[in-house]
Nanobody, 118 residues
Framework: QVRLVESGGGLVQPGGFLRLSCAASGSTFSSYYMSWVRQAPGKGPEWVSAINTGGGSTRYADSVKGRFTISRDNAKNTLYLQINSLKPEDTALYYC???????????WGQGTQVTVSS
């Protein structure tokens, strides 16, 4: 069974920072593009960022560009999202997702909650 397990979320004040992790197991992590997708309560999912298999190419949504950094450590089968300068509108459940390329999200994790509030 392929598993993607997000962690690192929490309650943070505006302007704060978090590093989210996504640990992958049950598959060859390095073979997949990875993405972060978030979903606020009552709203649809919003794509946040993506990274190619080797980690040399990244993409970001305009809303997070300059504040979020996606990275991966294939030796550890782990995807990361460094989130800086957090805003209340960043509050959401953050999912990592596996795909065969950009814009492919064939498998999602369970999510980790990020709450930005003073």
């Amino acid at each position: 069974q392929v598993r993607l397990v997000e962690s690192g979320g929490g309650l943070v004040q505006p302007g704060g920072f978090l590093r989210l992790s996504c640990a992958a197991s049950g598959s060859t992590f390095s073979s997949y593009y990875m993405s972060w997708v978030r979903q606020a309560p009552g709203k649809g999912p919003e794509w946040v960022s993506a990274i190619n298999t080797g980690g040399g190419s990244t993409r970001y949504a305009d809303s997070v560009k300059g504040r979020f950094t996606i990275s991966r450590d294939n030796a550890k089968n782990t995807l990361y999202l460094q989130i800086n300068s957090l805003k209340p509108e960043d509050t959401a459940l953050y999912y990592c997702a596996r795909g065969r390329g950009y814009n492919d999200y064939e498998r999602w994790g369970q999510g980790t909650q990020v709450t930005v509030s003073s």
